[in-house]
């Protein structure tokens, strides 16, 4: 393809995905095909002769289409949002068109600098502590990972060669790593367990109060009980906005723990944390003061497109001393004046992504970002007062953001039918979860543009698909 068939063909493309977006509630949500359904729709090999633009471009909606579940429809209602928006995704194609790898300043200095402009201002954003921002002067600042389950390994890495070493080249004999142990709550996104098996690292789940908060005194039990076993408790990661219910950790007496017993603490936002950007949710980040490191995920609710998930950390010699390697092609003689981003992460490589937030701050404007959020948060409670009212239902965990968990009265059976059945149908689509020995049906309000008729939508595919399960079991 040469530059003039780019130009012609790129617009197509600009033109295809604007008709997606605009026309996705005319889709079935959810595909409707096998495992193994590509393989009979395209060759087993590739072209030895390339094809043409337009073959291509035909078989996105005969292969593709076919297999897309429509995350961006406002049908869509399962797990949590996944951000998308036409400013993100021209910084994306601006990120792919000057394709730099920006793993040291010198590998290109916009990439490493716009980076960090951009975190002290979501950062600002989110009222955070001036000590987690470059501004500060001091050693705290933001980075980029690609996910948060990244952003929580890189914690509990940063954490482990902490309490493991003094200095790189003084690792304390006496830290045997088998004994070091990393708590988080039961409710905690399977990331955290993922990273600690990854780290080769003990983690122990812990459990939550009636209002699924993991709290201060359980904490401090389990770190003596495990310190008196000869542990080393070395970690926690505190959530707010759990993956099950939205729940929010009591990172107060968690950080007040963690500071006293000299635990590194990581709060994961991932969901969340977007919307402490509106002044009447920045309240459950308090506590924060106390954190060693805070993650939250622009590409869930802040419409920045997959991937940017923002880690801050308080003292970056932390993360730096636990993740250098210094090969001599990668060195640079700015070193030392600039952060090289290379320690701050897993890969070396790293895409210009701070591209996709400066084009949403800017072109939304911190304004119409809060009033996204509190759209969301408003629609949820209309969908939650809907299910209130209608005595088949109950609501089962208090509706802070924009999920709603809830449940059909009866048998947990009845609610995995009821949930089998609409996502069969595939108009809506929920997911499920299990809190308190209990399944619930979980209704999150995820498209940029779900209306207040989407809701009343989906709220009349529950009640038919309830009804029609009801009627089967003579309920
Ligand atoms: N943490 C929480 C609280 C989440 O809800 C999720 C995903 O929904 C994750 C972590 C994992 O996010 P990622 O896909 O960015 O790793």
Not at 48 to 61: A, N
Request: proline content about 4%.
């Amino acid at each position: 393809m040469e530059a003039e068939e780019f130009r012609r063909y790129g617009k197509q493309m600009v033109d295809f995905i604007a008709d997606y977006i605009s026309n996705i509630r005319e889709r079935r949500v959810l595909p409707d095909v096998y495992p193994g359904y590509i393989r009979n729709l395209i060759p087993d090999h590739a072209p030895v002769e390339g094809e043409s633009w337009e073959e291509v471009f035909k078989d996105i909606e005969r292969v593709i289409m076919p297999g897309m579940t429509h995350w961006h429809s406002p049908h869509f209602h399962a797990f949590y949002p996944a951000a998308n928006s036409f400013p993100a995704l021209c910084a994306d194609m601006l990120s792919g068109g000057l394709g730099c790898i920006g793993f040291t300043w010198a590998s290109s200095p916009a990439c490493t600098e716009l980076e960090m402009v951009m975190l002290d201002w979501l950062g600002k954003m989110l009222h955070l502590p001036e000590e987690f921002l470059f501004c500060s002067k001091g050693p705290g600042g933001g980075v980029i990972q690609g996910t948060a389950s990244e952003a929580t390994l890189v914690a509990l890495v940063s954490a482990r060669n902490k309490v493991m070493s003094t200095s790189k080249t003084n690792v304390k004999d006496d830290v045997p790593m088998e004994k070091l142990i990393c708590y988080a709550s039961d409710q905690a996104h399977s990331s955290v367990e993922k990273a600690a098996m990854l780290g080769g690292l003990k983690f122990r789940s812990l459990p939550v109060d009636d209002a699924l908060s993991l709290r201060g005194d359980i904490l401090r039990a389990a770190i003596l009980e495990d310190r008196a076993k000869g542990k080393i408790p070395f970690l926690v990661v505190g959530t707010l906005g759990t993956t099950n219910s939205c729940a929010f950790d009591n990172i107060k007496e968690l950080g007040k723990v963690c500071s006293e017993e000299h635990l590194w603490f990581h709060i994961d936002a991932a969901y969340a944390g977007s919307a402490f950007i509106c002044s009447e949710f920045r309240h459950l980040l308090d506590g924060v003061e106390n954190a060693d490191s805070f993650s939250m995920n622009p590409h869930k609710w802040l419409l920045v497109n997959f991937d940017c998930s923002t880690m801050w950390i308080k003292n970056r010699h932390d993360i730096v001393e636990a993740f250098s390697v210094n090969p001599l092609y990668l060195k640079h003689d700015k070193e030392g004046q600039i952060p090289d981003y290379r320690h701050w992460q897993i890969p070396l490589g790293r895409r210009f992504r701070s591209l996709k937030l400066w084009f949403v701050f800017r072109m939304f404007g911190v304004k119409r970002l809060q009033a996204y959020i509190r759209k969301h948060v408003d629609l949820a409670h209309e969908f939650e007062e809907l299910v209130k009212k209608d005595h088949r239902f109950e609501v089962v965990f208090p509706v802070t953001l924009g999920l709603v968990c809830f449940r059909v009265k009866g048998p947990d059976a009845l609610n995995g039918e009821v949930l089998r059945l609409i996502n069969e149908r595939g108009r809506i689509t929920l997911t499920p979860t299990i809190f308190k020995e209990m399944y619930v049906i979980r209704f999150a309000v995820c498209s940029k543009d779900t209306k207040s008729e989407d809701i009343r939508y989906a709220w009349r595919e529950i009640c038919y698909v309830t009804s029609q399960v009801l009627a089967t079991r003579n309920l």
